[in-house]
């Protein structure tokens, strides 16, 4: 179980065996912002919470002052946290040795991704080797930091669905300090959720987005527009163009060489781009066709 998770951890007094827990010992790394919380209150008692260190959303080093509950020893977990806005480097403890890994993908939410599997592989006896292996070769899966080629240009789609995955999306995009290009993509048919107003949850103001470009898109665009403007952003480094597939162009236009734009779209907005722009081999290519077509 993800130790560092409350709600997660809780599981463990339904199971009769031993429990394992994974999760992040870094006191180097703490949560940017204030991101939405899917928990703060302790499920034994119901007190509010206290973190000796917090992640990301409710994820951390946790306890509760009132009856005692806190999170339990890690035997596998991840220290020295290096994030990059393309790739992300730790260190994995496996209990018997550390890995020193380097991730072709960004993000915190990757790297728990990363140890989750590397724990399961660990319990099941795989070895380190082969672990390490396969981290240092893994690859973005369907729109969740995968990288497409727009006229020779590339663009990274990063899929975002709620303020705590967003506002993780631009803490990796951004965690090298420098301005970028972003696409912001909001649509609200069913399948992405009709209520848009968590974008207003979404930690755009801890970032420093000023000197950065943005092309807002989808069907509720200017919704997103106006985000952008209440995070600060001045209106000529917003651009609105409500055609998806277009909009992807127009950002990708605006890169220099070597540069790389970051896509930020909804569920059915990254369906439809990669309809237009995965790879003709890709079997999942025609998903977005077939959205666009009402089918």
């Known amino acids: 179980l993800n130790g560092d998770d409350p709600l997660v951890s809780s599981l463990k007094r339904y199971v009769e065996g031993e429990v394992i827990f994974f999760g992040i010992n870094d006191k ?119 990288i497409i080629d727009v006229n020779n240009k590339r663009a990274m789609l990063l899929l975002v669905k709620n303020p705590t995955g967003a506002s993780q999306a631009l803490s990796a995009i951004f965690s090298d300090g420098r301005p970028k290009k972003i696409g912001l993509f909001l649509n609200d048919n069913f399948a992405d959720g009709t209520d848009v107003s968590w974008i207003w949850d979404v930690d755009f103001e801890t970032f420093n987005l000023k000197e950065s470009t943005f092309v807002v898109s989808g069907i509720r665009a200017e919704d997103m527009a106006l985000r952008l403007k209440y995070a600060g952003i001045e209106g000529d480094k917003i651009i609105i163009n409500k055609n998806l597939v277009e909009s992807v162009t127009v950002l990708t236009s605006l890169l220099d060489r070597d540069e790389m734009a970051y896509i930020l779209p909804t569920y059915t907005a990254m369906i439809e781009i990669r309809g237009n722009f995965a790879s003709k081999n890709d079997d999942l290519c025609n998903m977005g066709k077939i959205t666009k077509r009402g089918i």
């Open 28 to 146: 180097n790394l703490k949560a940017i912002g204030n991101a939405a919380m899917d928990s703060k209150d302790c499920l034994n008692c119901g007190h509010e919470l206290l973190y000796d260190n917090r992640y990301l959303g409710h994820l951390g080093d946790w306890k509760c002052p009132n009856c005692g509950e806190k999170r339990e020893n890690l035997k596998y977990f991840v220290s020295d946290v290096d994030l990059k806005p393309n790739f992300s480097t730790f260190v994995l403890n496996s209990g018997k040795e550390d890995l020193k890994i380097k991730m072709p993908m960004p993000g915190l939410y990757n790297i728990y991704n990363g140890l989750a599997a590397a724990a399961a592989s660990l319990v099941l006896g795989i070895a380190s080797p082969a672990i390490s292996h396969s981290l240092h070769n893994c690859e973005a899966a369907f729109g969740r930091m995968e």
